[in-house]
């Protein structure tokens, strides 16, 4: 009788607790926070679904070669890749690319990059810069030669002159016209030297 008791009561109570667990999901509250979650997880979801399309979840492209093109074949190229360009500087002037065409490019041709990526460019100036002639007058000749280049100029002939000073220099010229210490050429002129020959002038 006792144990038949026990049953009932245990039957019982999981009735009351089975009623009380319905009585609460049946709850607005209960509702509303479910909802909210329901909510959460989905915005959740769609903010990473969102970030991978955006960032094309580490898709990367090639970078394309940019040598010797203009900035605006350059826009194009970058923006048929989907990336943007920025552009650093002027390197000196080289006569083998066209003015202002692309000499250098960073990242590099071939290197792998993800979408919307700067490409940090440097352009051909549109001539060579001026540079000061030196005064290398009454300087020797190995003097003179390794002072003109380092400053970008070309040596062009070397024409001798009596006077008592050998392989000093006497005059400088440019395409036939003398110049003077002081005046400006552009990099890379090719200059004459008048030398002397070490001979007395009779």
Do not use: C
Request: charge should be positive; avoid cysteine.
């Amino acid at each position: 009788m006792q144990k038949r008791l026990s049953a009932r009561h245990r039957k019982a109570k999981k009735t009351q607790m089975n009623d009380i667990l319905i009585k609460i999901l049946k709850s607005t509250l209960v509702k509303n926070l479910l909802l909210a979650g329901l909510i959460l997880l989905v915005l959740v979801y769609g903010l990473l679904f969102w970030l991978r399309q955006s960032t094309h979840h580490g898709e990367k492209l090639p970078v394309p070669d940019l040598s010797k093109k203009t900035l605006s074949e350059v826009e194009k190229v970058l923006d048929a890749q989907g990336m943007r360009y920025v552009v650093m500087d002027s390197a000196n002037y080289n006569p083998d690319y066209p003015r202002f065409s692309v000499i250098d490019q960073t990242p590099k041709p071939g290197d792998f990059v993800k979408e919307n990526r700067k490409i940090y460019l440097t352009i051909n100036p549109s001539d060579f810069n001026d540079v000061t002639i030196p005064n290398i007058i009454q300087k020797t000749y190995r003097q003179a030669e390794p002072t003109l280049i380092s400053l970008g100029f070309l040596i062009g002939d070397t024409i001798y002159q009596p006077n008592l000073a050998r392989d000093v220099v006497l005059e400088i010229k440019f395409r036939n016209r003398k110049v003077n210490p002081g005046e400006k050429l552009k990099k890379n002129s090719r200059l004459d030297l008048i030398l002397g020959d070490g001979k007395k002038n009779f």
